[in-house]
């Protein structure tokens, strides 16, 4: 069973249809909406602020949200897809999203809608990204418009990872 538990009486509220994989943990301030999926060793930890998610988002195994106290809280929107392992922190990441595998996203950071975080890439305190482009490297830059193909991928996956939830329970 996964590891939910309240911080100072505060209880993470997720929506009755989530998946949460038994080794996951969240804790504290945070609400997840509907039809969102927290994979493997994923933790999402709303001890010092709070952690906003909203519908159809994947958090993928091993990625870590969290946030900076009285400072920097973490919201996330709909439609977003969290690679493995992953660092979101204090940041806002807008609808239809992808965070690459082991990307890292700092403090006050803002991804707008339909932006590509590619894989590795560090995306620095502080930083806006632009709507339908794709940000790699350390630190993350703008690289280019992302393609249709990559815009339709962001309007598919988060189905997908609603379906691949429904496979356990």
Known sequence: ???????????????????????????????????????????IRGDVNSIKIGRCTNIQDGVVIHCTYQTAETVIGSFVNIG???????CT?????????GAIIMDHVVVEAYVIVAA????????RCESGYLYAGIPAKKIKPIT??????????????????????
Not at 24 to 37: K, P, R
Not at 93 to 101: H, P
Request: with cysteine.
């Open 120 to 127: 590795g890439a560090v995306v620095l305190e502080g930083t």
């Open 84 to 90: 493995h392992q992953a660092m979101v922190h204090g």
């Open 1 to 43: 069973m996964a590891l939910v538990l309240p911080v100072k009486g505060v209880y993470p509220q997720i929506a009755a249809n989530c998946f949460v994989a038994d080794n996951a943990t969240i804790v504290g301030d945070v609400e997840l909406g509907e039809h969102c999926s927290v994979w493997f060793n994923a933790v």
């Open 93 to 101: 990441l807008e609808d239809r999203v992808l965070i690459g595998m």
């Open 148 to 169: 249709d193909e990559q815009r339709q991928l962001l309007n598919e996956l988060p189905q997908r990872y609603v379906m691949y939830s429904s496979w356990f329970s």
